[in-house]
């Protein structure tokens, strides 16, 4: 089983940046891709920021040139920078990582509000 933990959400006034951490523990080599998804109040959860064991990405279309997802593999831990954050980024983010089952972070708040 994987464990995940985050860190690093928090109040932004528009504009401004905050980075995600998510640092996985437990069976980390059965992990084949990790990323962060979110759910904004009344809206369905979506996918913000992926990144696959061998480093290949991908950003939901609303984020794209804005965040930027990276992993540290000597730490077990990925990273999702935020930048020109904007209102509509409110809501609960949640890491996952994809082994054989799906694992959650228990998610963090990012408020984006002046």
């Known amino acids: 089983q994987v464990q995940l933990v985050e860190s690093g959400g928090g109040l932004v006034q528009p504009g401004g940046s905050l980075r995600l951490s998510c640092a996985a523990s437990g069976s980390i080599f059965s992990i084949a891709a990790m990323g962060w998804y979110r759910q904004a109040p009344g809206k369905q959860r979506e996918l913000v920021a992926a990144?696959?064991?061998?480093?290949?990405?991908d950003y939901a279309d609303s984020v794209k040139g804005r965040f930027s997802i990276s992993e540290d593999n000597a730490k077990n831990t990925v990273y999702l920078q935020m930048d020109s954050l904007k209102p509509e980024d409110t809501g609960v983010y949640y890491c996952?990582?994809?082994?054989?089952?799906?694992?959650w972070g228990q998610g963090t708040q990012v408020t984006v509000s002046s």
């Open positions: 990144i696959t064991t061998g480093g290949s990405t």
């Open positions: 996952y990582a994809q082994s054989g089952a799906w694992a």
